[in-house]
């Protein structure tokens, strides 16, 4: 049971360029989010899905685009990287009533935009 | 807006002692969910415990505890007998429902770290 896959595990890219992280679950959950983890901020929303083809943008959505047409996967693009977008990305699933349950991440991709 | 608020940002002990990690919440709802993560040096996130905020009952897990209260709005994680292996990030987050979906707010972590 894979649970949550995230791809790639690293990716270093340069400024400007254009860049997906894909995120997969296996377990069928509606809601899946993405984050980014940076020192000193915790772990910041940047877009989340209530179901597929449902997206709504989070705490930190500039610079990013989403999309879900299947349920078990919601990639996140950097449309043109910036050096502010190297982080660590994580992606994660949510269950329960209205999703409010708690959220299962994905191991996590770690950027670094040059 | 919701907000958590873990002041501490590192904690370093020695094994064995027991060590508290403080959690303060804000939020206007009076439905909502409170949860501790930890992360260990190897990156990934592991849940550790969900309360939902009719639920103030302590909670104890082995050497784990969780201590909710509503009046002080705080969900306080206490380790006994600290270990090497607990040494982590541990968050605290809490969840509301916004009408279309619920969303965590995390605190920005305290850092614990457990020497010999």
């Known amino acids: 049971d894979a649970g949550i896959t995230q791809s790639p595990r690293y990716k270093i890219t340069e400024t400007g360029r254009q860049v997906t992280l894909m995120c997969h679950q296996t377990?069928?959950?509606?809601?899946m989010f993405w984050y980014r983890q940076d020192l000193g901020h915790g772990l910041r929303l940047i877009y989340y899905?209530?179901?597929?083809?449902?997206?709504d943008k989070g705490e930190v959505p500039d610079g990013y685009v989403v999309s879900r047409s299947k349920t078990e996967n919601f990639p996140l693009t950097l449309e043109s990287a910036t050096r502010s977008q190297t982080s660590v990305y994580f992606c994660?699933?949510?269950?329960?009533?209205?999703?409010?349950?708690?959220?299962?991440f994905g191991p996590g991709t770690r950027l670094t935009v040059t | 807006a919701q907000k958590v608020t873990q002041a501490q940002t590192e904690i370093s002990v020695v094994e064995k002692e027991d060590v508290t990690l403080d959690c303060v919440y804000e939020?206007?709802?009076?439905?909502?969910?409170l949860f501790w993560y930890k992360q260990p040096p190897s990156g990934e996130l592991v849940f550790l415990i969900r309360?939902?905020?009719?639920?103030?009952q302590n909670e104890i897990s082995g050497r784990y505890s969780w201590n909710f209260q509503k009046s002080t709005s705080s969900f306080n994680f206490t380790i006994t007998a600290s270990q090497v292996v607990d040494s982590a990030v541990y968050f605290c987050?809490?969840?509301?429902?916004?009408?279309?979906?619920?969303?965590?707010?995390f605190g920005t972590g305290t850092r614990l770290q457990v020497t010999l």
């Open positions: 994660a699933t949510k269950t329960g009533p209205n999703g409010l349950y708690e959220q299962y």
């Open positions: 377990w069928s959950h509606s809601y």
């Open positions: 899905s209530a179901a597929a083809d449902i997206t």
């Open positions: 939020t206007r709802d009076t439905t909502y969910y």
């Open positions: 309360r939902n905020s009719f639920d103030e």
């Open positions: 987050a809490l969840s509301e429902y916004t009408g279309t979906a619920s969303k965590l707010t």
